[in-house]
């Protein structure tokens, strides 16, 4: 008797594990989609914010926050905020994500000249 009522517990065991398994993957995928496209999202953001600061200390541009837009939309990011501060230019940038629950990243920076001793 005792057989039969033990049969199939083992499909059930199997296909729970399967299920665990999954949820582990993706739980693993999405933080390492995360992890990159914030590396991602603060490599532009410097990158923006550098050559923005750069083209405005070595030229005459009067609206240097386009040329942060423009890198931004060349590396499939969003512009957030862009303000000149003195001689600094600070940027925050946005990035999609693939997770569902955080669907952008966004990175601040910083960049301008430094004073020489």
Not at 19 to 31: E, F, G, Q, T
Not at 80 to 91: G, K, L, P, T
């Amino acid at each position: 008797m005792k057989a039969r009522l033990e049969e199939g517990s083992g499909t059930i065991a199997g296909a729970m594990l399967v299920m665990v398994a999954a949820a582990a993957l993706a739980l693993i995928a999405s933080v390492g989609n995360l992890l990159i496209c914030q590396h991602k999202a603060r490599s532009i953001a410097d990158l923006a914010a550098f050559n923005t600061a750069y083209a405005l200390w070595h030229s005459d541009m009067e609206a240097p926050c386009v040329l942060a837009n423009k890198v931004a939309e060349a590396n499939n990011a969003v512009m957030v905020e862009c303000e000149v501060i003195d001689d600094d230019v600070r940027v925050v940038m946005a990035l999609a994500t693939q997770v569902p629950f955080t669907p952008q990243v966004t990175k601040e920076a910083r960049a301008g000249p430094v004073e020489c001793d």
